[in-house]
């Protein structure tokens, strides 16, 4: 092998690694887009579901803050992140017949994912939401833009929820579980779940197999493993 050929082959190789690393070394970032809703109203909401479904089983920190245990995955059924960010920037609960008898309060969570990647926090992610029943006190949801065929959920949400989970991890080292919205069912027999109406349920397929799947296998091999509800 001559000089040349020799150098051709070093640089290539240098390429591939430098790919390789950049790849399992992926940053993000968390933009603030703010939900602007009247808050006065919203922490009175907050308290009002806290005890139409939990009452004296749970209390929150000031009566609306909670202490995150559980990360819930979701994904919108909506084609933009402008049109699922609308749904949640209300402060009461519109449409929805199917958990309007759980109450007033809109839903909501702190972080929404874009089919980009790109990760926006709605608000504090210690202010409890309206995002998975009989969870809601100690769960922080992320949202993925998509879900529907029209707009199917990405390899880059993938990767942008496993840096976002591995984020809420180290700032919160007491959260032990992480589901689908789809899985929640599974938790109604373990002390986590909380839910003082029997028929206060719905069936769920968010945020789909693969998609956990994949952020199940990614989260492994970064050492970073959560009890499910199984």
């Known amino acids: 092998m001559n000089a040349m050929k020799f150098f051709i082959y070093l640089l290539i190789f240098f390429l591939f690694v430098s790919c390789t690393m950049s790849l399992y070394a992926e940053t993000h970032q968390i ?3 703010s939900i602007s809703i009247d808050w006065s109203m919203r922490k009175k909401l907050i308290r009002e579901y806290k005890d139409l479904h939990y009452g004296n089983k749970v209390s929150l920190e000031k009566g609306f803050l909670m202490n995150p245990t559980v990360i819930v995955v979701h994904a919108t059924a909506t084609k933009t992140m402008q049109g699922a960010y609308n749904i949640f920037n209300r402060t009461t609960l519109r449409g929805r017949p199917d958990i309007q008898m759980g109450g007033r309060m809109n839903v909501s969570v702190p972080y929404l994912v874009d089919r980009d990647g790109t990760i926006y926090q709605l608000h ?3 202010i409890m939401g309206r995002q998975c029943i009989g969870l809601n006190y100690c769960s ?9 065929p029209q707009a199917p959920v990405t390899k880059e949400q993938v990767a942008a929820n496993v840096w ?3 984020h809420l ?3 919160y ?3 032990t579980y992480m589901i689908a919205h789809s899985e929640y069912r599974r938790c109604e027999k373990l002390p986590i779940f909380i839910e003082k109406m029997s028929s206060y349920r719905t069936k769920k397929v968010d945020p789909g197999d693969w998609f956990m799947i994949a952020l199940r296998a990614r989260l492994k091999k970064k050492k970073l493993d959560f009890l499910s509800c199984n």
């Open 173 to 175: 080292p007491q959260i």
């Open 140 to 148: 922080i949801g992320i949202e993925n833009v998509g879900g529907i």
């Open 124 to 126: 504090d992610d210690r």
């Open 31 to 33: 933009i603030q887009k």
């Open 164 to 166: 976002l989970i591995a």
């Open 169 to 171: 991890k180290k700032k």
